[in-house]
């Protein structure tokens, strides 16, 4: 029995289970993003998204790039991706808050 398979398993499990996590990595992997733009799409305070970015992070399920002044986050796992298209179907088209500034949204 290959326990470290089965624990390593669950943890994923466990981060798919917070429901604003299992949104941001719902953004994720329609396209990178940066924390304003999760901010906007959730409603969260930019604190709590850090902080679930962060745990997403050492989870090693999200990797961020830095490009500028702004850093964007996407998904590390192709595996994570079919699971969420697995789970949730297929990706809609990002979102486009009106409140968000970052690039994609501004532009």
């Known amino acids: 029995m290959n326990t470290k398979k089965f624990q390593k398993t669950a943890d994923l499990f466990q981060m798919l289970s917070h429901p604003v996590r299992l949104q941001m990595m719902d953004e994720l992997r329609k396209r990178e993003a940066c924390v304003?733009?999760?901010?906007a799409v959730t409603g969260r305070p930019q604190a709590y998204i850090s902080q679930q970015l962060r745990i997403l992070r050492d989870a090693d399920l999200v990797v961020d790039e830095k490009d500028?002044?702004?850093?964007f986050y996407h998904l590390r796992s192709e595996a994570v991706r079919m699971?969420?298209?697995e789970l949730l179907g297929d990706a809609d088209v990002p979102s486009?808050?009106?409140?968000?500034?970052c690039p994609f949204c501004s532009s």
């Open 36 to 39: 304003c733009h999760l901010q």
């Open 96 to 101: 486009h808050p009106k409140d968000c500034t």
């Open 68 to 71: 500028g002044q702004n850093v």
């Open 83 to 85: 699971l969420l298209q």
